[in-house]
């Protein structure tokens, strides 16, 4: 794992933009389309807006929430929402979103849809990850329903997954399709989750799922 410490937010936002714009930009030289994978929750907003003001051939690039929450797309918690509003806008709007959310009442109903749809754009050019003071990282929650099949090296592509005091289901990029990215960051902020990634390190995926990805991640801070 690389750790790199910021003095503030917007230095964060601006050189980890210049970053994923790199590789994007790398990866779009090499031909054909590339696929972003980027989180939902309250962190990664600022990182969006410098992103979507960079010149890239952003129609040759497909997103992809990291994971979704099962609420409809004008609840205040959806990760689609954030997405379009904070992403998908300015140059950015030429991007193609690659749904993780469908109008059904369970992810289950909508799991395969879904799961066709992002199959064959496999796998992640750049991956943007955040992580939860549990060190729960896209949905992969500890305790969660689902969570050893979802960190199973046969996993599927995507899973639904519930946990204890998570308020909806979920669904999630299960952890082959998270190790098999190209780039990956995780975006922290704060004293809390410094401490539990340093616990992370200590622990098993089960206890710290966010472990999956700490060997090929560059791990971005501040407080
Ligand atoms: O629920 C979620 O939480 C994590 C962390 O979110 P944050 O608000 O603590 O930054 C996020 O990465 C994930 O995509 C989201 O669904």
């Keep these: 794992m690389k750790f790199r410490e910021y003095q503030d937010r917007d230095m964060l936002a601006l050189d980890l933009a210049n970053q994923i714009a790199g590789e994007l930009g790398a990866a779009l030289r090499q031909g054909g389309r590339v696929l972003f994978a980027v989180p939902g929750g309250t962190s ?65 109903e909508a799991l395969d849809a879904l799961a066709a749809g992002l199959k064959d754009h ?37 899973m639904p997954m519930r946990a204890p005091g998570v308020p909806e289901p979920r669904i999630t990029l299960t952890a082959p399709v998270l190790g098999g990215a190209m780039a990956t960051h995780l975006l922290i902020f704060g004293p809390a989750k410094r401490a539990a990634l340093q616990q992370a390190e200590r622990l098993t995926p089960e206890e710290a799922p966010v472990s999956v990805v ?7 801070w501040c407080d």
């Design 44 to 108: 990664p907003g600022p990182i969006f807006d410098v992103l979507s003001d960079v010149a890239l051939d952003w129609s040759r690039v497909d997103v992809v929430l990291t994971d979704e929450r099962w609420v409809p797309e004008d609840d205040p918690r959806s990760n689609t929402a954030l997405v379009r509003k904070r992403l998908l806008t300015g140059k950015a709007a030429a991007a193609s979103l690659l749904p993780l959310r469908a109008d059904s009442d369970t992810p289950e």
């Design 122 to 158: 496999l796998p992640i050019s750049v991956l943007l990850l955040g992580m939860g003071d549990d060190m729960h990282t896209a949905s992969l929650f500890p305790g969660a329903d689902r969570l050893a099949d979802a960190l199973a090296s046969d996993a599927p592509v995507l």
């Design 214 to 220: 700490l060997d090929q991640a560059t791990v971005h």
